[in-house]
C-alpha cells in the first residue's frame, strides 16, 4: 500500500514565502510523475506545478517565477517552494505522484495567504 503526505503548509503574509514537501511511502516499484495542484473554495481543483523522474518540470501560468518545484528520488519527496505569494494563492494544496503506475493523492494541506 502506498501513502503520500504532505507538509508545510500555513498561514504567511502577502510576500512571503513556505515550502511544502509531499513525501510517498510504502511499497514503491516506481515514482514517475509528481505534481502540486491546489484547490480554492468554489473552484475546480488545479495543476501547480508538476515534475518527472528526470527533473523536468511544469508550471501553470500563474506561479511561473515565483514557485518552483524539485524532488528528490532517493527520498521519494517533491517540494514546492512557493514565494512572493498573493492571496490569490490561498487554497488547499495536494500532492499527486504517479506511484507503481497508479495516481495516488496526499490529504491535502491548507495555505492561507493574507493581504
Known amino acids: 500500500q502506498v501513502q503520500v503526505v504532505e507538509s508545510g503548509g500555513g498561514l504567511v503574509q502577502a510576500g512571503g514565502s513556505l515550502r511544502l514537501s509531499c513525501a510517498a511511502s510504502?511499497?514503491?516499484?516506481?515514482?514517475?510523475?509528481m505534481g502540486w495542484y491546489r484547490q480554492a473554495p468554489g473552484k475546480q481543483r488545479e495543476l501547480v506545478a508538476e515534475?518527472?523522474?528526470?527533473?523536468?518540470?511544469n508550471y501553470a501560468d500563474s506561479v511561473k517565477g515565483r514557485f518552483t518545484i524539485s524532488r528528490d528520488n532517493a527520498k521519494n519527496t517533491v517540494y514546492l517552494q512557493m514565494n512572493s505569494l498573493k492571496p490569490e494563492d490561498t487554497a488547499v494544496y495536494y500532492c499527486?505522484?504517479?506511484?507503481?503506475?497508479?495516481?495516488?493523492w496526499g490529504q491535502g494541506t491548507q495555505v492561507t495567504v493574507s493581504s
Open positions: 499527486k505522484a504517479g506511484v507503481n503506475w497508479r495516481d495516488s
Open positions: 515534475i518527472n523522474s528526470a527533473g523536468t518540470s
Open positions: 510504502g511499497t514503491i516499484f516506481s515514482i514517475n510523475i
